[in-house]
């Protein structure tokens, strides 16, 4: 019943291209080559929409050109401070308390089957729930502002995080619990040094769903229920008329969703580069 | 501890097992693994439990090293009732790949043990050195388990369990993973460190010369559900060597004998 997302494994190349006039290009090179070779259809798109747009009067689709010249007015870096960090403070907040509770409550959900059964059902429910749908209500409880943003981000992140706790948690080999138990772990020792250590890929990829739901919540709760921030600017924009104002929120939107996975993805590597280093180790044999 | 004379020396018995069975509801019938085993291991022993594919020996492991409760019977541990596993005892499984930690370093994975059991950091830094000199690994402690060979594997794994210095040592068909001249060079490592550490070792295996060139005696399980067949003195002079110990008219007829007994003639 849950989504387990399992973490993409890049294996690099093993032999050396070679160049045209026949020179042994590294491996490095080659996969930074390929990392820009690949960017081409982003490049025809953007060309496209240039293109596209250049000469519209339409002021929801205004030309590419003057939108990123209100970028780099807005953005660079004026705006930051008054609208897109204090999305990114809640943001973190809020993805921070779901990451502790998620993980916490999931052990606890592994460790003791009577609470796994009697709060099932009630975790996959919430789980389903589209959190969008429970602004409304949290609006109430929380009124409009840091909290209410906070709140819905935290409830969004926590269950694919708790869930990719249990179900790592769950797929914990018998052989290694056995080795614990043989070299005198206790029970919650073993949960602590054994099970979680070898439930951690399994749990970074509940914590990258998470991170994704995070984002989207990020700018919705604002959207509906604050004063500030970057969904409340793109929203502002919209109902002003200001469609290059707009479109930079929106770029702004991209550029922050990639840089976070960007930096996700390399925290993944290092964290848990025994987990990518064994993998590739079993490949070769 | 219980004493047994048998004549010419007082034996201290390290592991003692008295009618032991064990049975298992698959798809809601019994199956009975285990039906009566007795035996008995004295302290510096090096016992082998050989059987038929099947017999339950991994089975009769387990719940001799508390992995397993049985469904009767008892164990005693230098005698008294085992609950769990005893801390005094060390297991070394067949899987050294799924066994080691591959989160860990080869020198946190044998430090582990001593973690848990309180010891400073300095001393445990002593210890795994000590250890991993002791099986041949000097220099690889601070590689990760998965960057090193499959027969250096399983000595990290045996370096591990001896770490803490155990009363006892099981060990369920330990080199069967690994290619036939590192088996031989497990065999000889694994007899070397018992000396060393002065360790009751329960070797469990399917393979009959193995078993003769290893242990003092040999216990031999029936199919299942397993009894003991027969025990097996292997009076071979030690130390053991491969060459000479395997060329020896009586390994052959021990080794005949035993394989007669397994394959159930």
């Known amino acids: 019943m849950t989504a387990p997302v399992t973490p993409q494994v890049k294996v690099a190349p093993s032999e050396p291209a070679t160049s045209s006039r026949g020179r042994r290009i590294g491996p490095r090179t080659t996969k930074a080559l390929i990392s820009l070779g690949s960017l081409w259809l982003f490049a025809l798109l953007v060309a496209l929409w240039w293109l596209g747009s250049n000469n519209s009067h339409s002021s929801f689709f205004p030309p590419l050109r003057l939108t990123l010249i209100r970028f780099r007015q807005l953005w660079l870096f004026a705006d930051v401070r008054t609208d897109l960090a204090p999305s990114l403070f809640h943001l973190a907040i809020g993805y921070a308390i779901a990451s502790v509770l998620g993980i916490a409550v999931g052990a606890l959900m592994w460790a003791l089957p009577l609470l796994r059964q009697a709060s099932s059902p009630v975790v996959y429910f919430l789980y389903v729930l589209p959190a969008p749908i429970l602004i409304p209500a949290v609006l109430v409880l929380f009124g409009i502002g840091a909290s209410m943003s906070v709140a819905i981000i935290s409830f969004a992140c926590v269950w694919p995080i708790l869930l990719n706790t249990l179900d790592g948690m769950r797929g914990t080999d018998q052989l290694k619990i056995d080795t614990a138990r043989s070299l005198g772990l206790s029970y919650w020792r073993r949960l602590w040094s054994v099970v979680l250590p070898g439930a951690s890929p399994q749990i970074v990829a509940g914590l990258r769903a998470g991170l994704q739901v995070g984002i989207i919540l990020m700018v919705v709760s604002e959207e509906v229920g604050s004063t500030q921030g970057i969904g409340f600017f793109i929203l502002q924009a919209q109902e002003n008329f200001a469609g290059t104002d707009m479109w930079t929120g929106i770029l702004v939107l991209g550029v922050v969703g990639t840089v976070l996975n960007v930096l996700f993805v390399a925290g993944e590597r290092f964290a848990l580069r025994w987990y990518y280093g064994s993998r590739a180790a079993a490949r070769e044999r | ?265």
């Open chain 2, 1 to 265: 501890m219980t004493a047994v004379g048998d004549g010419s020396a007082a034996r201290t018995l390290v592991l003692e097992a008295r009618g032991l069975h064990k049975s298992y509801t698959v798809d809601r019938s019994d199956h009975l693994a285990i039906a009566d085993i007795s035996l008995e291991v004295a302290k510096g022993e090096f016992v082998c439990i050989v059987g038929p594919s099947g017999a339950g020996k991994t089975t009769l492991l387990r719940c001799l090293s508390g992995l397993m409760a049985p469904s009767g019977g008892v164990v005693l541990l230098e005698g008294s009732p085992i609950v769990s596993v005893p801390p005094e005892v060390g297991i070394v499984f067949q899987d050294y790949g799924r066994s080691l930690f591959p989160w860990l370093s080869v020198a946190r994975n044998v430090a582990l043990p001593l973690k848990v059991r309180g010891i400073p950091k300095t001393e445990r830094t002593r210890i795994v050195g000590e250890v991993l000199s002791s099986v041949g690994l000097g220099d690889v402690a601070a590689r990760y388990p998965w960057q090193l060979s499959g027969g250096m594997q399983q000595r990290v794994a045996i370096a591990r369990s001896l770490a803490y210095k155990p009363e006892l040592l099981f060990m369920d068909e330990p080199f069967a993973s690994v290619d036939a001249q590192t088996r031989f060079e497990l065999e000889d490592l694994i007899l070397r460190v018992r000396n060393e550490f002065e360790v009751t070792v329960v070797f469990v295996t399917h393979d009959v010369d193995e078993a003769v060139y290893l242990a003092d005696r040999v216990v031999v399980l029936s199919r299942p559900p397993a009894t003991v067949k027969m025990v097996v003195e292997i009076p071979l002079s030690r130390p053991r060597d491969q060459l000479v110990t395997r060329a020896d008219v009586e390994f052959a007829a021990l080794r005949g004998s035993l394989l007669s007994l397994v394959m159930g003639h």
